[in-house]
């Protein structure tokens, strides 16, 4: 069972700022079959990357993530004040799906 | 437009059992693959388990830590998707979320999801 490990858990920045993200897996992820889900408090996560790379309908293109086999990054660029959430990564390359643990991004 | 609606959520004892129901529309729900996810209050998500179509003999795939205690099922006529959940725990108290799942650059991932509902396992 691949277990993914997320980095930092608290990312405190300012409007306009970047963030990056980190997802480190215990294994290597199959076919990069790595998604980012954002999380706002109350709702039901919206997913924003799959396939590593590639962004969801819908999503802005200040969103964007990187990475291959075991480390993936999620970068928001130019963070507006919507994008402070809790952002989860998540491997659906096996038939035993996991989540990471989350990162926060909170408003500096 | 794509809805899932949960339902069947509420308290109960440990050691009993719930039913939750996801009513999906606005998509053609015999081909799609279903999924459960839950999240504990102030956790991180969780996945349960998934359901494939019936086309693809409708087999399910569950989490380890679940040791078959729940069990998820659909009803294509109503496009509805079931987790039984038996011989509950204080640590399934959670908000369960019904996804349904998308091609994901070659593979499935949940890009629909529910509102969730809130199942608490007290005495």
């Known amino acids: 069972e691949i277990v993914l490990t997320q980095s930092p858990g608290t990312l405190s920045l300012s409007p306009g700022e970047r963030a990056t993200l980190s997802c480190r897996a215990s294994q290597s992820v199959g076919s990069n079959f790595l998604a980012w889900y954002q999380q706002k408090p109350g709702q039901a996560p919206r997913l924003l990357i799959h396939?590593?790379?590639n962004r969801a309908t819908g999503i802005p293109d200040r969103f964007s993530g990187g990475g291959s086999g075991t480390d993936f990054t999620l970068t928001i660029n130019r963070l507006e004040p919507a994008d402070f959430a809790v952002y989860y990564c998540h491997q659906y390359g096996t038939s035993s799906w996991a989540f990471g643990q989350g990162t926060k991004v909170e408003i500096k | 437009e794509v809805q899932l609606v949960e339902s069947g959520g509420g308290l109960v004892k440990p050691g009993g059992s719930l039913r939750l129901s996801c009513a999906a529309s606005?998509?053609?729900?015999?081909?799609?693959?279903m999924s459960w996810v839950r999240q504990a209050p102030g956790k991180g998500l969780e996945w349960v388990g998934r359901i494939k179509s019936n086309v693809l003999g409708g087999t399910t795939d569950y989490t380890t830590f679940l040791k078959g205690r729940f069990t998820i099922s659909r009803d294509d006529s109503k496009t509805t998707v079931y987790l039984q959940m038996n011989s509950l725990e204080t640590e399934d108290t959670a908000v369960y979320f019904c996804?349904?799942?998308?091609?994901?650059?070659?593979?499935?991932?949940?890009?629909?999801w529910g509102q969730g509902t809130l199942v608490t396992v007290s005495s």
């Open positions: 996804t349904a799942e998308q091609p994901c650059s070659g593979g499935s991932c949940s890009g629909t």
């Open positions: 396939g590593a790379s």
């Open positions: 606005g998509f053609t729900f015999s081909g799609a693959w």
